[in-house]
């Protein structure tokens, strides 16, 4: 059927109103268009902390002590605002989780610079969940534990880094717009908890192709005037490539995602408006754009590696070390840098280590329900793709990430249309009342506990085996862990009865000495932007608790009868924001008393609550209500206790400088690509490349994934202390003369902070 118009025929007096329709239809679809044009800005700093003598935060293994860089770790943002509305923050940490602390002060000096433009109600501050960064930054002792403490330089840092990432992406701030898009990524993640999942209803099961979600839900932000300035996803699974005993800070698969993305833009990025064509295949290579004039013969390269030993270490200036960046030297001074941000979802049961859980001594496969070899957890561990090495893991998990992130980059078409908003609140999660539908018709009320961890926390999981006789699915208890669990505090049966069928190993949420040791009032929140919403939640939900609030938040969005949503809504989970409560699992995974449902803190309707409450923030979006503030959570931070001993003094050997090589290349010498350069200074890492006769150029940093920095020293208490650089020369490396350039900083025994430079002799890639 083919419809014509006559706009000029028989009744002209009709033309003209309908002409005057659509005039007016033109100008209030304009209108639309314009409503829905956002200011977007993005923003990114360095986060990396303390990278010696720290414990790091994950595991809560006290021998897993930070000593080295893998790879520094960064807090990106993005801020989306309607030119003349509302506005949300979204800041992605490469950091195991959030901080309620952290966030506390953040807000406070985002209100002391901005007023109220942003406050808890709009910024969202979410952790990748790696386990390889300094620990000591959250205020309940419980997490802090293994850390001796408050570590105030670990706080301080994530504290400065998050709101000059904000500030950044503020500034940044002009108008443009937001795709989106989803794809299946199926390699890169599986449950280590299968036997609890299978506990869950037969029926919802059977909705489901697997037993993780393999979703990628990517936004890609483009600027009106610079095209592609950056991306955010959302992607289930653990920060744990990286094992227990891994002592360099690292951002762990997420983080090196990240790196790969914006390494991968800032060297194709800049071809092609739309970035056609453009695979993940084309990385790491922007080496080859920095150095031109190489010599053609391999022997001048000799000579000239020859006219270049290793000089003594000598003070530097402190922006030298910054300065000297490789990504700095990079940037071109007035465009944004391109941002991409790999972020959490309901990883609770995910691992990254997809090869499955053997145990280590036959290499046959863990006991399925318990996660032991012989009765015993500890001998059970995952295997990662690279297995035995955690740091080929970490790049496949990682690749695997930004490869899928690539695609749907390339793919993004969908544009986000509609209103920005958001709505928060903070609920008392220890005695709060449910209300449940029975089976049999009408409702029950219900209620939450005060916070609890179970024996199967004890025992850890296949990522990081617990110790002693703990094992998953313990649902019963141990005579003598009770009575050591007594001394510090014994449940009564109102807590006993309420966390059934857990069997109580640490009542949290009734200890208080010296001060609060797990949180009970929690921050929930929504975040809009269009046809994107964004789920706030304080810990880890396991794969069907996540799909379960995801599905009762868009029910509740789409069924309210206001036509704002409809069923191409994507609601998103940003797991282990704004602060850390542990883990959340369905009715049905609690009973079974894994690590995750022994770790779900406030009793077996926990996931109820959470829906519940959730459901009120979508009604009041959706009704354009403003929701109750709740009860303030408390800010510990003059409670704090720390018993980490502090860095008196750094000294070296008569003779030498700090700086100084004290182990070198050899003389005239030369690597081929994929070989081990390694060099040793007296205590930023660096390679650096000759481009012409003297000019020493950046090319590879600690913020690269083939450069690891290394730090050590003799004895606990000794003051003298080495920095070992390791660089594994990638196979994209142009041939020419290379050096290894150091800058570190002592203290001396007054206090003083001296920073220093060094550097090792030249060398031949060829």
């Given amino acids: 059927m083919e419809f014509t118009f006559n706009l000029f025929g028989r009744r002209p007096c009709a033309a003209i109103w309908l002409w005057i329709a659509l005039v007016l239809l033109l100008q209030n679809d304009r209108g639309v268009v314009s409503s829905s044009k956002y200011l977007v800005g993005l923003g990114s700093y360095d986060i990396t902390g303390p990278a010696a003598d720290v414990n790091m935060m994950g595991y809560a293994n006290t021998e897993q002590i930070a000593s080295g860089v893998h790879i520094r770790l960064r807090a990106r943002t993005f801020i989306v605002a309607e030119p003349q509305g509302n506005r949300v923050v979204f800041v992605n940490l490469d950091a195991c989780m959030a901080s309620q602390l952290v966030t506390v002060k953040v807000i406070e000096r985002l209100k002391a610079r901005y007023g109220d433009l942003y406050t808890e109600k709009n910024v969202a501050i979410s952790g990748i969940h790696t386990h390889a960064g300094p620990g000591g930054y ?5 997490y802090i534990i293994t850390s001796l403490g408050f570590v105030r330089q670990s706080f301080d840092v994530l504290v400065d880094g ?11 701030l002009q108008p443009g717009s937001i795709l989106v898009s989803k ?18 209803p037969a029926t919802e099961r059977s909705k489901y192709k697997y037993d993780v979600d393999k979703d990628m839900t990517l936004s890609k932000f483009v600027s009106d005037k610079w095209g592609p300035i950056g991306s955010f996803n959302w992607f289930a699974t653990h920060g744990t490539s990286m094992s227990r005993t891994n002592s360099l800070i690292s951002g762990d698969n997420k983080g090196a995602a990240a790196r790969f993305m914006e390494d991968w833009f800032e060297q ?13 295949d084309e990385i790491l290579q922007r080496v080859t754009n920095i150095i031109t004039d190489l010599p053609d013969k391999y022997h001048e390269l000799l000579e000239l590696a020859a006219s270049f030993q290793s000089p003594p270490g000598r003070p530097a200036a402190r922006i030298q070390s910054v300065a000297r960046r490789v990504r700095g030297s990079l940037r071109q001074a007035n465009k944004p840098r391109f941002v991409s941000a790999f972020c959490q979802s309901n990883c609770g ?33 995952g295997r990662g793709p690279g297995y035995p090495d955690e740091f080929e893991s970490t790049r496949i998990i990682g690749e695997r990430q930004f490869r899928k992130a690539v695609d749907l980059f390339n793919k993004a078409s969908e544009q986000l249309i509609g209103k920005v908003d958001y709505r928060h609140t903070y609920i008392d999660f220890s005695q709060l009342n449910v209300t449940l539908p029975k089976k049999e018709g009408g409702f029950e009320v219900v209620k939450t506990c005060p916070a609890a961890m179970g024996f199967g926390f004890a025992a850890g999981t296949t990522d990081g085996p617990g110790a002693f006789d703990f094992k998953q699915g313990d649902d019963k208890g141990n005579p003598f862990w009770m ?13 006993i009865d309420c966390q059934h069928p857990k069997p109580i190993l640490l009542d949290t949420g009734e200890m208080k000495e010296p001060y609060d040791w797990a949180p009970s009032i929690l921050p929930i929140q929504i975040l809009r932007i269009g046809q994107l919403v964004i789920l706030s939640v304080p810990g880890e939900f396991t794969t069907m608790a996540g799909r379960r609030l995801r599905d009762a938040v868009k029910t509740s969005l789409t069924s309210g009868g206001h036509g704002d949503f409809t069923s191409n809504v994507h609601v998103v989970i940003a797991g282990l924001t704004n602060t850390y409560s542990q883990y959340v699992t369905t009715f049905e995974e609690y009973e079974v008393q894994r690590y995750e449902g022994a770790s779900t803190l406030y009793g077996p309707h926990t996931l109820s609550a959470y829906i519940q409450e959730f459901k009120k923030l979508a009604g009041a979006i959706i009704s354009s209500q403003p929701v109750e503030v709740g009860p303030q959570p408390p800010d510990l931070l003059e409670k704090q206790i720390s018993l980490l001993t502090p860095v008196v003094m750094d000294g070296t050997p008569l003779g030498v400088n700090f700086g100084d090589v004290s182990s070198d290349v050899p003389q005239n010498s030369t690597f081929k690509r994929g070989n081990l350069v390694t060099v040793s200074f007296r205590y930023v890492a660096l390679v650096e490349i000759l481009q012409g006769k003297d000019i020493w150029v950046p090319a590879y940093d600690d913020d690269d994934f083939c450069l690891r920095f290394k730090w050590s020293r003799p004895s606990k208490f000794s003051t003298q202390s080495q920095a070992t650089i390791e660089w594994r020369i990638p196979e994209s490396t142009p041939p020419g003369v290379y050096r290894i350039k150091h800058f570190g900083a002592s203290k001396s025994l007054l206090g003083s902070i001296r920073h220093f430079t060094g550097s090792s002799s030249a060398f031949v890639v060829a």
């Fill in 349 to 381: 049961d995910v691992s990254p280590n997809v090869l499955g859980a053997f145990c280590v001594d036959t290499g046959l496969p863990c006991d399925f329900n318990h996660s032991t070899c012989g009765g015993k957890n500890e001998l059970c561990y």
């Fill in 138 to 142: 959250l205020q309940y002792v419980t």
């Fill in 268 to 280: 194709n990025g800049t071809r092609s408006s739309y970035f056609n064509g453009l695979g993940a």
């Fill in 483 to 495: 009575l050591v669990r007594n001394l510090l505090k014994t449940p009564d049966k109102e807590q």
């Fill in 183 to 200: 794809g299946e990524l199926l390699d890169a993640g599986v449950s280590r908890s299968p036997s609890a999942y299978l506990n869950n």
């Fill in 162 to 172: 998050i709101e000059k990432s904000i500030v950044e992406a503020h500034e940044n």
